[in-house]
């Protein structure tokens, strides 16, 4: 997928680029942004405003990099200063969504518990602090590796370790107790 993204870049065709980015990630920057705010009406205004960055930055991609590390640092970016911003501080938003995930398996009974493990263990990652939660999201949900985790979060690979490790302990200990 890549190499058409390169290639689109190199004819400098920038809107078939930004529909084929907005085709392959759409969904993977909805839920990052959900994963911060946990909230699917802020999250989609979130990912709405995350593509008109990308979209105008288009012009500063580095060809050497990878399209996904380059806009995952743009939806982090965007969501981290979306926490910090003096909205988010001084409106509670109270509305709970949760994003689904369709179940594509045959049998009924377990598609539905699975779906509740997969509910569960969301719920519980959302409940860690965002340090962990973020490092949680990247490396799990769109496996990414540790070297590009690094590189989209400009956070240390051994402290990259650290924290998935401590983040599966308190995953543990959060879903133990559901038990």
């Known amino acids: 997928m890549e190499e058409i993204f390169v290639e689109a870049f190199q004819e400098?065709?920038?809107d078939l680029l930004?529909?084929?980015i907005m085709t392959e990630y759409g969904q993977s920057?909805?839920?990052l942004a959900y994963s911060y705010v946990k909230n699917k009406t802020?999250?989609?205004d979130l990912t709405q405003e995350i593509f008109v960055k990308c979209y105008r930055?288009?012009?500063t991609f580095n060809k050497r990099a990878k399209m996904k590390t380059w806009l995952w640092r743009i939806a982090i970016n965007h969501c981290k200063d979306y926490l910090k911003s003096w909205h988010v501080r001084n409106v509670q938003a109270v509305q709970t969504d949760h994003l689904s995930h369709a179940s594509t398996k045959d049998d009924v009974e377990k598609a539905v518990?699975?779906?509740d493990e997969r509910q569960m263990i969301m719920e519980a990652t959302l409940k860690l602090p965002i340090q962990y939660r973020e490092l949680i999201y990247l490396?799990?949900?769109e496996e990414l590796t540790i070297k590009e985790i690094s590189e989209v979060t400009n956070i240390k690979q051994n402290t990259i370790k650290?924290?998935?490790r401590r983040a599966k302990e308190l995953l543990k200990d959060e879903l133990g107790e559901v038990e």
């Open 29 to 31: 920057v909805l839920e």
């Open 162 to 164: 650290t924290r998935l």
């Open 57 to 59: 930055a288009l012009h």
């Open 113 to 115: 518990i699975q779906k």
């Open 12 to 14: 400098k065709d920038h």
């Open 139 to 141: 490396f799990y949900y």
């Open 18 to 20: 930004f529909d084929q």
């Open 42 to 44: 802020v999250a989609e």
